[in-house]
């Protein structure tokens, strides 16, 4: 499959190895596995380039300093990818067997343009529990909701340049991947999510945050949505998605007080 599998990473090379691991024993094989390296100082420099010198199919990348988030070096990888293709992966999830095959289809018969699975998460309960037909978002439902884990997806290398890669201010923070999402479906991208969960994501950190962290994302949500319903007045989808999201950020304030 004409792949380029992405995966960011900060001062973590262990996990980063497992996650590194797990797309190179795909079958089928990706052309290219790459690393972003954020300006790591830990070993990841000496242990991904030493590992490319043996395996032709890893490249390693490197950002001088951390930027503070994944998004820079995310983008470090999609300018350098030769793939028609992009797979993004956190540096501490892993892809389970057949993922890539079982995605290839929808990529290669031109069904959509981008695709994710269902995943498994840490307590091994699926991410998407009522998922259990292949799902085709339409642009209202992801305007309402984010449809994918990042980890899973696999999306044309083209259209994500021209949608400018992952928005890399730090006050998207954690919803990065959603704005992308966002701008690739104004660029007329169609979505497909399957439900095998063929992807282990590492959610046990999240289970610890305090629980205001749902609450800045949401309100990170709702500001973006009214700015891309400011930008494009015209666009009663926008407004609608601006006014539902306001009203699911208020509820899940209510619900943490």
Same mark, same amino acid.
């Given at each position: 499959?004409?792949?380029?599998?992405?995966?960011?990473?900060?001062?973590?090379?262990?996990?980063?190895?497992?996650?590194?691991?797990?797309?190179?024993?795909?079958?089928?094989?990706?052309?290219?596995?790459?690393?972003?390296?954020?300006?790591?100082?830990?070993?990841?420099?000496?242990?991904?380039?030493?590992?490319?010198?043996?395996?032709?199919?890893?490249?390693?990348?490197?950002?001088?300093?951390?930027?503070?988030?994944?998004?820079?070096?995310?983008?470090?990888?999609?300018?350098?990818?030769?793939?028609?293709?992009?797979?993004?992966?956190?540096?501490?999830?892993?892809?389970?067997?057949?993922?890539?095959?079982?995605?290839? @289809?929808?990529?290669?018969? #031109?069904? %959509? $343009?981008?695709?994710?699975?269902?995943? !498994?998460?840490?307590? =091994? +309960?699926?991410?998407?529990?009522?998922?259990?037909?292949?799902?085709?978002?339409?642009?209202?439902?992801?305007?309402?909701?984010?449809?994918?884990?990042?980890?899973?997806?696999?999306?044309?290398?083209?259209?994500?340049?021209?949608?400018?890669?992952?928005?890399? @201010?730090?006050?998207?923070? #954690?919803? %990065? $991947?959603?704005?992308?999402?966002?701008? !690739?479906?104004?660029? =007329? +991208?169609?979505?497909?999510?399957?439900?095998?969960?063929?992807?282990?994501?590492?959610?046990?950190?999240?289970?610890?945050?305090?629980?205001?962290?749902?609450?800045?994302?949401?309100?990170?949500?709702?500001?973006?949505?009214?700015?891309?319903?400011?930008?494009?007045?015209?666009?009663?989808?926008?407004?609608?998605?601006?006014?539902?999201?306001?009203?699911?950020?208020?509820?899940?304030?209510?619900?943490?007080?």
């Amino acid at each position: 499959m004409d792949v380029s599998v992405v995966i960011a990473t900060h001062n973590r090379h262990e996990i980063c190895a497992r996650a590194v691991a797990s797309a190179l024993a795909q079958q089928p094989a990706p052309r290219e596995v790459i690393v972003c390296d954020d300006g790591s100082r830990d070993e990841t420099r000496e242990r991904f380039t030493a590992w490319a010198q043996d395996e032709p199919r890893l490249r390693y990348l490197r950002r001088p300093d951390s930027a503070g988030g994944p998004g820079p070096a995310r983008n470090l990888g999609i300018a350098a990818a030769s793939g028609r293709w992009l797979a993004f992966l956190d540096d501490d999830d892993e892809w389970l067997a057949g993922k890539l095959a079982a995605q290839r @289809a929808w990529c290669e018969d #031109g069904r %959509a $343009d981008v695709v994710g699975t269902n995943a !498994l998460r840490s307590s =091994g +309960a699926l991410y998407f529990p009522d998922l259990d037909a292949p799902r085709m978002p339409t642009r209202h439902d992801l305007l309402h909701d984010n449809p994918l884990v990042l980890s899973t997806v696999v999306a044309a290398r083209d259209l994500v340049r021209a949608a400018n890669g992952f928005p890399t @201010a730090r006050r998207v923070g #954690g919803i %990065a $991947d959603y704005l992308l999402w966002m701008r !690739l479906s104004d660029l =007329g +991208a169609r979505f497909a999510v399957l439900p095998e969960p063929l992807v282990r994501y590492d959610d046990a950190a999240d289970a610890g945050r305090m629980s205001d962290h749902a609450v800045q994302m949401h309100l990170g949500i709702v500001q973006t949505s009214w700015r891309r319903w400011g930008r494009r007045p015209w666009d009663r989808l926008l407004l609608r998605a601006a006014v539902n999201q306001s009203h699911k950020a208020l509820g899940v304030w209510r619900e943490r007080r």
